[in-house]
């Protein structure tokens, strides 16, 4: 079984220093993952993926992750966080080997970013 | 390119009563999943349709049902709303089905009040 996990349920940073969001996963093959972000109120936005290839991948709004497997880990960061950053960030992966198109999910990192 | 729609945004029931939530994907997306959003169990897989077709489900009682049109337009129906079923619930879309690579997006989701 696949699972995901995201051991600080909350990040506090200061606005303009940078923010690392952990996550640590399992799976029985290789892994998809994903990271998601969700605002009050809202769906989850997709930030990025790591599907294969170099393992610091570039997603949206500036964030990036970078995939450690011999750490099993898909650490989410930013170099200079911004007070609009502040949301509820889940990490999710998928089994490679799976047929299954549902992604399993941490239970999220309140992220805090303060002036 | 609209997003993933999701109707009703809030829904108010008791005890008892069934409900049914409505999700368009994304233009040309043929898959749909719901999941379950809640402060106590995080995110769960509800089930996946394509194709008109049930391909995967959580593990969710049999009062939690779902169905795809041929628009690729999906509903899920709660019958027999019990308190715990208060909850967030999210449609995602992607373009096909078991396509470890493929992205999910969200919609903004369905927020159901049980009384």
């Known amino acids: 079984a696949q699972s995901v996990a995201q051991p600080e349920d909350q990040v506090n940073v200061a606005e303009g220093n940078p923010l690392t969001v952990k996550c640590t996963y399992s799976?029985?093959?290789?892994?998809?993952l994903f990271w998601y972000v969700q605002y009050p109120n809202r769906g989850l936005q997709f930030l990025l993926k790591?599907?294969?290839?170099?393992?610091l991948v570039k997603g949206s709004y500036g964030f990036e992750a970078e995939f450690n497997k011999s750490q099993t880990s898909f650490h989410l960061k930013k170099p200079s966080a911004l007070v609009s950053d502040s949301a509820l960030y889940f990490c999710?992966?998928?089994?490679?080997?799976?047929?299954?198109?549902?992604?399993?999910f941490g239970t999220g990192t309140r992220l805090q970013v303060t002036l | 390119k609209a997003g993933v729609t999701q109707t009703p945004r809030y829904l108010i029931k008791t005890r008892g009563q069934q409900v049914t939530l409505s999700c368009s994907p994304i233009?040309?997306?043929?898959?749909v999943s719901w999941y379950q959003q809640t402060p106590g169990q995080g995110l769960q897989f509800l089930f996946e349709?394509?194709?008109?077709?049930?391909?995967n489900k959580g593990n969710f009682p049999g009062r939690f049902s779902g169905r795809q049109f041929s628009n690729s337009r999906s509903e899920m129906n709660v019958s027999t709303l019990e308190l715990g079923d208060s909850a967030l619930y999210l449609c995602?879309?992607?373009?096909?089905?078991?396509?470890?690579?493929?992205?999910?997006?969200f919609g903004p989701g369905t927020r159901l009040t049980v009384l």
């Open positions: 233009s040309g997306h043929r898959s």
């Open positions: 999710a992966v998928r089994d490679k080997g799976g047929t299954a198109s549902k992604l399993t």
């Open positions: 790591y599907i294969t290839g170099d393992n």
């Open positions: 349709y394509f194709s008109e077709t049930q391909r």
């Open positions: 799976v029985s093959g290789n892994p998809y």
């Open positions: 995602a879309s992607s373009l096909v089905q078991g396509l470890g690579t493929d992205t999910q997006y």
